[in-house]
């Protein structure tokens, strides 16, 4: 922690922890009951977004403290930064602007001096153009059929997001079911080959480096699969699209150039969906509804670059977390949607907030003494509260929640609805209040318990409370919605990362997982021994080769 207590933003940090010394033992249940307008105070809107963050160990002193402390660290100009296409990439030297992506006002955007937003419009011209012909069946496959199926290959960033997405929204699909290929486990790809047409899937191949070995053999192994039926390498050209900045790789894999959707270096892998990334998505739902998305995600970026702190949800939602990681030393956050469709959301969001804030150096380079971002996990609701809430309730850990619902569903659901989210409601409801001794006995003294019965059972029907979430509401998980909620998600990240003092936009550790595999895999099929790897590696590569002899 001396890196806090000798950062410029020393006094900001300190009087945090001196109130957090205040609050530690201050439970929620009280802070309710001396304010029945705590949720006006702690609720804000965006849209059709909502948040109640009344549930948390805060107060107006709390909250004012936090505010201080992302003025302190000039947020509010790294904010405008972002948005001005400065290069706060600096590890990469590159523009951050996924919000360029769904600039629906089309103001200027200036990466080295030159507006970006033509050609951030020619990509969604020319996805709308392609989106039209294949879901209208005027694009036709090899043999003249049209495509019943398309299938995205890539993996992180070039995966998850479009994933989520296209899962979340069926309700808007049309005739045309997206899937996605990503491991390279060939069970992945062939699990989803054999379900599928030849004559009519289309492939999309994205991959912003077009380089990347998981998703190359896969997309190769596809091709191989196309022609073994088609037996014709034109095929190729009406079965296989790609997303991705490298032309040169594209054009070498066979894919007709014209053929290829590009996009910049200043959009990241994991805030790409918005790009031609998303194409997958475009196809299954059609281009208004993706644009919908778009536009969804350009509210929520005006009201995180226009609203005050006080009133700025993701700033909210950053500062709490920051609250509950370093002045509480919480170490994982959970995420929990009340809707099947979001089943992906807590995977995207591992991935948006692991990669980008899991690090341990500043910009500068300078090794951090402190914890930086959280573990993030989940689960949907209510499977999880008959799996892992028991240890929310009753376990010794802090760890907020996320807990997120749309109020109304888009299917003819009875009371289904009803239930999941009064299940919802009462999760947050009880992690806040927990049971107190006098509850838990007198619960069980009107089940005829008394005596050593009811005193031996007592700690087992204790619960602490006390445990801070945040409840996001959507009117209905719709495209605007749900990309109000993603970018959410995303600035909420950006913030901690400039609270912290990382670059939330490189990924060094992801990158190095894409060089190890190379040393080890030719030794699998040698013979040679395994030098240069430890005994534990060397003896692991050995019980491999004698399984795969036979
Ligand atoms: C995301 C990461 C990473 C990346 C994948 C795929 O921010 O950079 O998850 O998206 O490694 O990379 P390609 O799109 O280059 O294949």
Known sequence: MKDIFK????????????????????HMRDLFAIDPQRFERYSLRCGELFLDYSKHRV?????????????????????????????????????????????????????????????????????????????SGEWRGYTGETITDVVNIGIGGSDLGPMLV???LRPYAGKITPHFVSNVDGAHLFGNLERLDPKRTL?????????????????????????????????????????????????????????????????GGRYSLWSAVGLAIAVAVGMDHFEALLQGAHEMDCHFFEQ??????????ALLGVWYNTCFGAHSHAVIPYDQSLARLP???????MESNGKRVTRDGHTLDFDTGPVIWGETGVNCQHAFFQLLHQGTRLIPVDFIAPLRSHFPVGQHHETLIANMFAQAEALMRGKSRAEAKAELEA??????????????????GNQPSNTILLEQLTPK??????????????????????????????????????AIQPLLAGEQPAAGHDCSTAGLIDLYRQASRG
Do not use: C
């Open 166 to 168: 296209a899962r979340a």
């Open 481 to 518: 919605t749900l990309g109000a909620l993603i970018a959410m998600y995303e600035h909420k990240v950006f913030v901690q990362g400039i609270i912290w003092g990382l670059n939330s936009f490189d990924q060094w550790g992801v990158e190095y997982g894409k060089q190890l595999a190379k």
């Open 59 to 135: 107060t107006d002193e709390t909250m004012r403290l936090l505010v201080d402390l992302a003025q302190s660290v000039d947020l509010a100009g790294w904010m405008q930064r972002m948005r001005s296409g400065d290069k706060i990439n600096l590890s990469e030297n590159r523009a951050v602007l996924h919000t360029a992506l769904r600039n629906r006002s089309n103001t200027p955007v200036l990466v080295d001096g030159v507006d970006v937003m033509p050609e951030v419009n020619v990509v969604l011209a020319q996805m709308r153009g392609f989106v039209e012909r294949v879901r």
């Open 347 to 353: 995977a995207h969001l591992q991935q948006l907030d």
């Open 447 to 464: 089940q005829g318990l008394s005596g050593p019965a009811l005193y031996s059972l007592l700690p087992h029907k204790l619960f602490p």
């Open 203 to 267: 492939f999309i191949v994205t991959s912003k480096s077009f380089t990347t070995p998981e998703t190359l053999l896969n997309a190769n192994s596809a091709k191989d699969w196309l022609l073994s039926h088609l037996q014709d390498p034109a095929a190729v050209a009406k079965h296989f699209v790609a997303v991705s900045t490298n032309t040169q790789a594209v054009s070498a894999f066979g894919i007709d150039t014209a053929n290829m959707f590009g996009f910049w270096d200043w959009v």
């Open 308 to 317: 005050p702190f006080e009133q700025n949800i993701p700033v909210i939602l």
């Open 7 to 26: 950062s410029p933003q020393a006094g900001s940090w300190l009087a945090l922890w001196r109130h957090q010394q205040k609050m530690a033992d201050v």
